[in-house]
Every structure is written in C-alpha cells, then in structure tokens.
C-alpha cells in the first residue's frame, strides 16, 4: 500500500523540479497532481501540462534522503498543496503511509495530516521514446547552448515555429538557431564525429524550464527524439518536450558574409552605455537609440521628448571601414551582449537599413547575433 519516510528537504527539492511541468490551468484535472512511485531502488516523482512532463529519481542510497522503504507503491497528489504542506512541515522528516481510499498519512513531529489523492493508475502514461542514444553532450554546454540563444524566440503565436529554437544536428556539429523575425542567434558547437543526424525544434518554454531543471553543471545529459516528442536524460531525471510542427525558414541565407563598416568593443562595457541610453529611450514612443561611428569617435545617443536626452562617446578598441548612422532597439541589443557574456566582441554593419551582426573576436567560438535596425525618419 506504499509506506516509507524521508528527508523533508530531499523530497521538496525533487517536488520542486517536476513543478515547473505543471500547471494549474490544465483541462486535465489530474495533471495538477503529482505523481509519486516507490520502488525498492527509491522514490519517483512525476509531473507533467501535456507540452513538457518531467520525471525526477531520488535512489534509496542517497544519504542525504535518508530514506526508510517499508512498502512500496503510487498516488497521485496536489502538487501545489502537497508543497506546502512539505513546506510547514515542523520535523527535517515525515512519513508517508497510503490508506484505502487513495487518503494519504502524513506525519511530521506533532502534526498529523489525511490528504487525498487519486489513483496513479489513471495519470497519463510519458511518451514512448527509443532511447537509443542519439546525442550525449555536458549539461554545461547544452546550458550555454539555451543561454545563447532562447531569448531570440518569438513571443508570439503568430508564427508558431518561431517560438521554437531550432536544433539540427550532424556527425561534426550541433547548431541552434533562434529568430523572432527581427533578430537571430546562431551558435555552433563542434561534437567531433559522435552524433546521429536530427533536425527538430524545440519550443523556447521548454528549454527555459529544462535549463532550470537541471541540478549539476557536471552531469552529461543524453538526448532521444522520436516523431513529435525529445527526451533530455540525467541519471536523475527524465525531461520530456512536444516538438513544434512545421518547416523552420533557412535562416542561414539572412547572414551577411560582406560589410562596410566594423567596430570591436568590450561586451560590458558597451551594455553599460547601451542601458543608461535606454533609460530615456523608455520614456519615449520610440524605444530607439543611435550609434553614430566616424573614423575617430563613436557617439550613442539616446533621446525622449519628454524627459531629455544622453549622448556618450563609448570606448572601443578598434573601428574601420565607412562612417555610419544606425538606430536600432536598446532592449534586442542588450539580450545580445548578455549572451556573450565577459569578453569582446566585433560589430560589423552594411548600411543604416541592413541588418547588423555581432559576433565573438574570439574566432575560435562559432557564435553569431543578426539584429535589425530600425527606419527612422
């Protein structure tokens, strides 16, 4: 009937991965519920909102769950009150005991608790994937690989494939590309021979909450697709996403090989600048700012109406090329230089009106943004 005890922070800590999957407007009541699996290897818990399901082991020989197996089974619980029940709880333990009736027996110190719950038996079962493994890589590169470039997906529905990233894979590289229409990221990691061929796209909630999921930077994670649906797995969870349908555009046609004009910079620097000229190009209806490049100085300048304007000569480290003019919208370019993080990079431009990239001066790293000025008259 399922009965055993365990470390109350050990336990919240897995009741909080599998959380992020589940979600209080389903249409499917039971899919606001957790559920949870004793086996005599340990404790399994499961949630899932129909688009991403994650499941999480916690083993019985981890000390730090301190876990006493005296029967095994399953229930399907709240999640969200479970936790905060789990929360309050006023012992570091609490036991666990399934009673007829689906009703669970939970006791902490003095507290004593009857919950209900449901039969496990009718919670949706995950998706049937082939686990031949087609992709292994570090959680620590795949984690860099989502920072760099998830925060270019569309926002909106409109264009449903657009709020995907989209990931294609060959022997010697796996490449990510994520665009909204106005802006584009690209990075390219080289994978030495090892992989299976694989074009999917993934949509960007998904791995916002993968990325989250994940506990330890030093994991390597393993990567199975089968028609609509991928699996990313640790040796303590299963991530399980839908994939968008429909043909991503070629994006590789939209990045410029010529320019006329290139400038190199230090990222924080220059996203310093770029945040206190945006701090007057909020105020305005235009979130604009401009960045002006001759051969002997580089001016950005930022304006509202209504509040004043900024102008600041920004300290770079090399420019050559065209003298320019170019606008363009604060908040797409600092995204960008938050994704390169602490190093340099080179922006290289054609004209006011073309697209603009940014890219790494460390020509080792295959890491590309496209961002598109704005017309201004």
Do not use: C, W
């Amino acid at each position: 009937m399922m009965k055993f005890s365990i470390n109350r922070n050990a336990f919240m800590n897995e009741l909080s991965i599998i959380q992020r999957a589940i979600s209080s407007k389903t249409t499917i009541p039971i899919l606001t519920g957790v559920k949870i699996v004793l086996s005599e290897e340990g404790l399994s818990l499961t949630g899932s909102n129909g688009d991403i399901s994650i499941e999480t082991f916690l083993s019985h020989e981890d000390e730090k769950a301190e876990m006493v197996i005296e029967q095994t089974g399953a229930i399907v619980l709240q999640a969200r009150f479970l936790g905060e029940i789990i929360r309050k709880l006023p012992d570091t333990r609490f036991s666990f005991d399934l009673q007829e009736n689906n009703q669970i027996h939970l006791t902490s110190g003095a507290a004593d608790f009857m919950i209900n719950g449901l039969d496990a038996d009718q919670y949706p079962h995950l998706p049937a994937i082939d686990e031949a493994e087609q992709l292994k890589l570090p959680v620590r590169v795949l984690n860099k690989l989502i920072n760099e470039t998830v925060f270019a997906v569309s926002a909106h529905e409109s264009r449903p494939i657009l709020t995907g990233v989209h990931l294609t894979i060959h022997p010697e590289e796996l490449k990510a590309v994520a665009t909204d229409s106005h802006r584009l990221a690209q990075r390219k990691i080289p994978l030495g021979g090892m992989a299976k061929e694989l074009d999917m796209v993934i949509p960007g909630k998904s791995l916002i909450e993968l990325s989250r999921s994940f506990t330890d930077e030093e994991e390597e994670v393993e990567v199975s697709v089968m028609e609509n649906q991928v699996l990313f797995k640790t040796d303590s969870m299963h991530f399980y996403s839908r994939l968008l349908e429909g043909k991503y555009p070629d994006t590789d046609r939209l990045i410029p090989n010529e320019f006329n004009t290139e400038i190199s910079f230090d990222v924080p620097a220059l996203l310093a600048a770029i945040e206190r000229a945006s701090l007057f190009s909020h105020e305005g209806r235009n979130n604009i700012v401009k960045l002006v490049i001759s051969a002997d100085d580089v001016t950005l300048y930022g304006n509202s109406p209504e509040v004043g304007n900024v102008q600041e000569q920004l300290v770079f480290q090399e420019v050559s090329g065209d003298p320019l003019e170019i606008s363009f919208n604060p908040d797409y370019m600092k995204a960008a230089l938050k994704a390169f993080g602490d190093t340099a990079i080179t922006i290289k431009f054609i004209s006011p009106l073309r697209p603009f990239t940014l890219e790494p001066k460390d020509s080792d790293i295959s890491f590309v943004q496209l961002i598109t000025p704005v017309r201004t008259s």
